[in-house]
C-alpha cells in the first residue's frame, strides 16, 4: 500500500493506493528503466526561462481579464512553444488563487482575479 498525502491547490488530497506484487515489480521496473538526472546536472536557465514563461501566462490571463479555455490554451502554447508546455501552464493557471475556473458551457472561463 502506497499513501499520497498533499494538496492540489486549497484542496486536501489523501490518496491511498494498493498494488499487488506485479504493480510492485513492474514498478520498480520502470523506476530502474527511468533515468535519473542529477541535481547537479540540472541547469538554472530551464528554471529561469519557466519563471518567464509562467509571469508572461499570468500577464496574458491578467490583461486579458477573462478567456476561455480553448483560447488561452492556444495562446498559451503559442507562448510556450509546445502544446505540452501550453498544457501544464494551463493546469498551473487553473490551480492559482488568483485565478477563477468557472463553467462557461463547453469549455471553462478563466478569469484574473489576483493583484
Known amino acids: 500500500m502506497l499513501r499520497i498525502r498533499g494538496t492540489v491547490g486549497d484542496l486536501p488530497v489523501?490518496?491511498?493506493?494498493?498494488l499487488d506484487d506485479g504493480?510492485?515489480?513492474?514498478?520498480?521496473a520502470q523506476l530502474q528503466a527511468a533515468p535519473v538526472k542529477?541535481?547537479?546536472?540540472?541547469?538554472?536557465?530551464?528554471?529561469?526561462?519557466?519563471?518567464?514563461?509562467w509571469q508572461s501566462a499570468q500577464?496574458?490571463?491578467?490583461?486579458?481579464?477573462?478567456?476561455n479555455g480553448l483560447e488561452l490554451l492556444?495562446?498559451?502554447?503559442?507562448l510556450a512553444g509546445d502544446a505540452s508546455a501550453g498544457k501544464r501552464l494551463l493546469v498551473r493557471l487553473r490551480h492559482s488563487a488568483k485565478v477563477k475556473v468557472s463553467s462557461g458551457g463547453d469549455t471553462p472561463l478563466?478569469?484574473?482575479i489576483g493583484d
Open 14 to 18: 489523501d490518496l491511498t493506493l494498493e
Open 23 to 28: 504493480d510492485w515489480a513492474r514498478l520498480g
Open 38 to 53: 542529477s541535481a547537479a546536472a540540472a541547469s538554472v536557465a530551464p528554471a529561469k526561462h519557466n519563471d518567464d514563461q
Open 59 to 67: 500577464d496574458l490571463l491578467r490583461n486579458a481579464g477573462q478567456l
Open 74 to 78: 492556444d495562446q498559451l502554447e503559442g
Open 110 to 112: 478563466y478569469s484574473w
